[in-house]
C-alpha cells in the first residue's frame, strides 16, 4: 500500500482543498440557481445531506390468497420488512407513504409514535436507527394489486469526526442548533396476488400437537413457486423473520420470530422458552427482549468461535399446541486491516481498519507500542492517518480490532523502518576525461538526504549538475546527476566513489578509465 505523499502541513492542506472544492461548489450552484446562497447553509447540506442514505432489507413483498367455501385463506405472505439507515445522524423518524396503484388510494403511517392505519405500521429501533414495518391483507377486500411504498426519514445530522477545521465545526454546530433536519428515501413495493377458489390441491397441514417449523413449506401455484410463512387459520405457526443471520465476532445481532393462530400478548399456556445451542464459548448470548401481539424480538450476540443456533418454544393455552422454531448465527468473514507494507519516518499513512458495516455496533481501532502504550486511538473504527517518528525506526506498532469492547482477532504488526541508504545507480564516460555518476538516495527532506560524493583516487572533487536534480515522491527518491574529472590529467583516470547523506552511505565503486 503506498503512503500519502504530504508529510507536512497534510491537515491544514487537506482543509484548504476542502474549502476550495466548497467554493467551486457554490459558485456552481449560485450558477444554476441565479440567486445568492448562504455558504454556511451549503456547508450543510453538501457536507452531511449526502452521507444519509436508506436501504430496504426487501424491495417486494408478495402475498398470496385464495378463496375458499369457509372464507379467504392466505397461503403465501412476506409481511415484514427493515429499512436500514447508515449517516452520522440523530433522532431520526421514518414516515410512510403507501398508494395503491389499482384504486388509487394513498395512506400514510409514521413510526415516530407507532403509528399504525389499517392493517399496516412500523416501529422504530431506537438502538440500531432502523425500522421495522409490517402488514396484513385486508381479507374483506378480494381483489389483486400492487401497493407503492415510500419511506421518508429525517434526521438530525450531527459532524463528522474527519472535519478538523475549527471554523467548520463551529459553523456546522449553529447550523444544527437552529433546528436543521436531512432527509434520506427508498422505496419497496407489496404486491398481492388473489386466487380463486382452490386452483391446485395444496400440501397437507401436520395437524399433530408438536409442529416444528424448521424451514418454509413449497407449493406450486399456477407454475411460479411460492414460500408458505404461514400455516392455515387455525394451526399454531412460529417462523423467524431471518433463517440465517451472519455477524462477525462479538457483534450484536437482532432477529423477530413471527406467530400465527395466538395472540401472544393473551393467548401463552407459559412464557415463550429460548434455548441457545452450538456456541463454542461463553460469550455467545441470546434473549427475548419483547413480546408483542403476532411477535418476539430476540436480541444477542455472536461467540468469539463458531457459529450458533437459537431455538424458541411457545405453546397456546387453549388446546396446549406447541410450535418450535430456530434459526442460526453464523460468523462473516473478516478483511484484513489495510496496511502498508512498511513504514518510514515522517510520512504520513492512511491505515483503514476495514470493519464491516455495522449498524448500532461500538468499533475501534487502536495503533499501539509493543509495550502497550497507545499512539492512535479510531473511536468510530473508521480509516485515519499516522505518521511515525525517527524514534520509532527499528521498532514495531500494534493494530488491535474491537467490537463491542472485545478484540475480535489477533493483532496486526506494523514495522517502522528507515529509509534506504544512498546508492551509486550508474558512472557513464563522456569522452576521455569526464564521467558522469547518477545517485539515489531517499527520504523526504531534500536538504537532508541529498547526497555529496566522496572520491579517492585520481579523480577531483565532483561537480553537481544541479539543473538534473529530481525527486520521485512515488519511491521518495531523490535523483543528483554529478561529473567527476581527472586529478591529474597525466595518470590513469581511475578513483573509487561513495554517494553520501547526513545519514549513511553506499559502497564504494570503482571506475577504471577507458
Known amino acids: 500500500m503506498k503512503a500519502r505523499k504530504r508529510p507536512y502541513r497534510s491537515r491544514r492542506r487537506v482543509e484548504i482543498y476542502f474549502v476550495l472544492y466548497l467554493t467551486a461548489l ?22 452531511l445531506e449526502t452521507n444519509f442514505s436508506l436501504q430496504a432489507e426487501k424491495n417486494l413483498l408478495s402475498c398470496t390468497m385464495i378463496q375458499e367455501e369457509e372464507g379467504v385463506r392466505v397461503v403465501a405472505i412476506d409481511s415484514a420488512n427493515t429499512i436500514f439507515m447508515q449517516g452520522n445522524v440523530s433522532n431520526i423518524s421514518y414516515d410512510y407513504d403507501l398508494k395503491d396503484l389499482r384504486r388509487g388510494e394513498s395512506i400514510r403511517i409514521g413510526d415516530a409514535a407507532g403509528d399504525a392505519v389499517d392493517n399496516f405500521r412500523s416501529t422504530p429501533d431506537s ?35 474527519r472535519l478538523t477545521s475549527l471554523k467548520h465545526r463551529r459553523q456546522l454546530e449553529n447550523i444544527i442548533k437552529a433546528g436543521a433536519q436531512i432527509e434520506a428515501r427508498t422505496e419497496f413495493e407489496i404486491s398481492i396476488n388473489f386466487l380463486p377458489s382452490n386452483p391446485i390441491a395444496l400440501n397437507p397441514i401436520n395437524d399433530d400437537s408438536l409442529s416444528a417449523n424448521e424451514g418454509p413449506a413449497t407449493v406450486i401455484i399456477q407454475g411460479p413457486e411460492v414460500t408458505i410463512n404461514q400455516s392455515a387459520p387455525g394451526a399454531l405457526s412460529l417462523s423467524p423473520q431471518r433463517a440465517t443471520i451472519y455477524a462477525v465476532p ?55 468461535l463458531g457459529d450458533m443456533r437459537v431455538q424458541v418454544r411457545i405453546q397456546r393455552e387453549a388446546d396446549g399446541k406447541i410450535a418450535l422454531s430456530s434459526f442460526d448465527v453464523q460468523p462473516q468473514d473478516l478483511q484484513p486491516p489495510d496496511l502498508p507494507a512498511r513504514m518510514y519516518p515522517g510520512v504520513e499513512y492512511l491505515i483503514n481498519p476495514r470493519f464491516p458495516a455495522l449498524v448500532g455496533q461500538e468499533t475501534r481501532a487502536v495503533l499501539q507500542e509493543k509495550g502497550g502504550r497507545e499512539r492512535y486511538v479510531s473511536t468510530q473504527g473508521q480509516e485515519f492517518f499516522f505518521s511515525p517518528q525517527e524514534q520509532d525506526v527499528g521498532s514495531d506498532l500494534l493494530l488491535l480490532r474491537f467490537i463491542n469492547g472485545r478484540k475480535i482477532d489477533e493483532q496486526v504488526q506494523l514495522r517502522v523502518q528507515d529509509f534506504p541508504a544512498p546508492e551509486i545507480a550508474e558512472i557513464i564516460p563522456q569522452g576521455g576525461q569526464k564521467v558522469i555518476v547518477t545517485t539515489r538516495a531517499y527520504g523526504i527532506r531534500a536538504g537532508r538526504n541529498r547526497v555529496t560524493l566522496q572520491i579517492t583516487g585520481n579523480g577531483q572533487q565532483a561537480r553537481e549538475r544541479h539543473g538534473e536534480y529530481e525527486y520521485q515522491p512515488d519511491d521518495y527518491m531523490h535523483i543528483q546527476v554529478f561529473e567527476v574529472t581527472p586529478r591529474d590529467a597525466g595518470q590513469a583516470f581511475t578513483f573509487g566513489v561513495r554517494a553520501a547523506n547526513s545519514k549513511a552511505s553506499s559502497k564504494e565503486r570503482q571506475w577504471q578509465g577507458q
Open 250 to 304: 462479538f457483534a450484536y445481532w437482532e432477529n423477530r420470530f413471527f406467530v400465527g393462530g395466538i395472540d401472544l400478548l393473551s393467548g401463552l399456556a407459559e412464557q415463550p422458552q429460548l434455548t441457545v445451542s452450538g456456541a463454542a464459548d461463553a460469550e455467545g448470548l441470546a434473549e427475548i427482549v419483547s413480546v408483542e401481539q403476532d411477535h418476539l424480538l430476540i436480541r444477542g450476540r455472536l461467540p468469539a
Open 127 to 161: 438502538a440500531t436507527g432502523s425500522s421495522l414495518f409490517y402488514w396484513r391483507p385486508a381479507l374483506d377486500d378480494l381483489s389483486s394489486t400492487l401497493i407503492k411504498v415510500s419511506v421518508t426519514a429525517r434526521a438530525t445530522p450531527t459532524i463528522p469526526p
Open 26 to 47: 457554490m459558485l456552481l450552484l449560485l450558477d444554476q440557481r441565479g440567486t445568492e446562497i448562504n455558504p454556511d447553509d451549503d456547508l450543510v447540506w453538501q457536507l
